[in-house]
């Protein structure tokens, strides 16, 4: 692996007979990562993680508009009919502008939160003849480790190591999960499923359905952990930690660490989600806004490369692309009239993954071929 390494650190300074698909594969071979190359004492960004500036462009986030901040939104009193009412309206209010929002007050105790992101960063840390016995490219295996999904597809390769975890339905036996953060994963899931089952109930009923419509349709039935770790980087101006990008699930829930990074385009402006203590970040997947029918919006958002690190994240996206159904998912009958007639086409789970995996990111939205 270091020869492999001293290969990629020497081209990052030579623009001669560069080959990039050599280049990639170099470096998917050593099962490292970025942290591999940040530990191999890297001082350049290799070139195939230079973005253009247009990617990595920040004026769209400029200091005039800081008055923009995404919806924080307290849970407390989720069980008392008159606050009930008041959170369904700001969840509602938030999806459909925003896509995004913040809630405090959820109910998952912050030392689990916390031993979460320690887990992860317990797992990337490990020497690496551990981690690799995780590295894999099979999008259907149900515990992987990878640097970049769509590594061999994308314009430019993102600043990111990444661990995904089925956690339901049919996980995988628990000895299949990293020893590293195999029983805090497994305890999380259930505090994240109980948390995503009121939030499709807040959803349901901003859209003025009854409060099972969405889990009785199957948005909560699934739910896949990416555990995200974006090392320090030398030279942050020139690559993204993840490339913008929408989600193709039903609903995101994030939890991160304090070294921000984070943004979602609002209003044509990058606006920061800093991190708050305590709280997670939820974000609507394309995929309700498919059935929402355009009610709820699924927004670009993209995480920043920084000289800081390494940031951590979880994202729970609830999905169940995972299991073999022909379901088709359309616009709710419900939300449809002759004034709002259906703006998409019917899709599996499965097939809107696939789409979405084979484009690699950044890409077009996979909305767009379903759109009528």
């Known amino acids: 692996m270091t020869s492999s390494l001293q290969q990629i650190m020497a081209s990052t300074g030579n623009g001669l007979d560069y080959d990039k698909e050599q280049e990639l594969k170099t470096f998917d071979d050593t099962k490292a990562g970025v942290k591999g190359l940040v530990d191999s004492g890297i001082q350049s960004v290799p070139k195939f993680f230079v973005a253009s500036s247009e990617e990595t462009c920040n004026e769209k986030s400029d200091l005039r508009h800081t008055h923009f901040n995404v919806p924080i939104i307290d849970l407390r009193d989720i069980d008392k009919d008159g606050a009930r009412c008041e959170i369904v309206k700001e969840i509602g209010i938030a999806s459909s502008t925003w896509g995004f ?26 020497p690496n ?5 995780f590295y894999s490219r099979d999008k259907m295996k149900k515990v992987r480790f990878n640097s970049n999904f769509d590594l061999y597809k994308a314009r430019f390769a993102n600043w990111r190591d990444t661990l995904s975890c089925l956690m339901a339905p049919n996980p995988p ?50 739910h896949v952990f990416y555990c995200h770790y974006y090392p320090a980087c030398p030279e942050p101006n020139l690559t993204l930690g993840h490339t913008k990008h929408r989600d193709p699930d039903f609903l ?121």
């Open 129 to 133: 003849h551990v981690k690799e016995k």
């Open 252 to 372: 995101t829930i994030l939890l991160q660490n304090q070294i921000g990074g984070l943004q979602v385009l609002h209003d044509n402006h990058w606006v920061n989600i800093p991190p708050v203590e305590g709280a997670l970040v939820v974000n609507v997947g394309e995929l309700l806004q498919v059935i929402s029918n355009d009610k709820f919006k699924a927004a670009e958002h993209r995480v920043l490369a920084n000289c800081a690190g390494p940031r951590l994240s979880v994202a729970c996206f609830f999905t169940t692309h995972f299991e073999p159904s022909e379901k088709l998912f359309s616009p709710i009958e419900e939300l449809l009239s002759d004034d709002s007639p259906p703006l998409y086409r019917g899709t599996t789970v499965k097939g809107y993954i696939d789409f979405f995996a084979s484009a690699g990111l950044p890409a077009y939205s996979s909305l767009t071929r379903l759109r009528l």
């Open 173 to 222: 036996p628990p000895e299949e999960y990293p020893e590293a953060c195999r029983e805090i994963l497994l305890k999380f899931s259930k505090y994240v499923t109980k948390l995503g089952q009121d939030l499709f109930k807040l959803l349901s009923e901003a859209l003025g359905l009854n409060s099972n419509h969405l889990t009785n349709m199957g948005c909560a039935d699934g």
């Open 101 to 126: 929002f913040q809630v405090v007050n959820h109910d998952i105790p912050q030392d689990i939160a916390d031993e979460v992101i320690e887990s992860i960063r317990r797992f990337n840390e490990q």
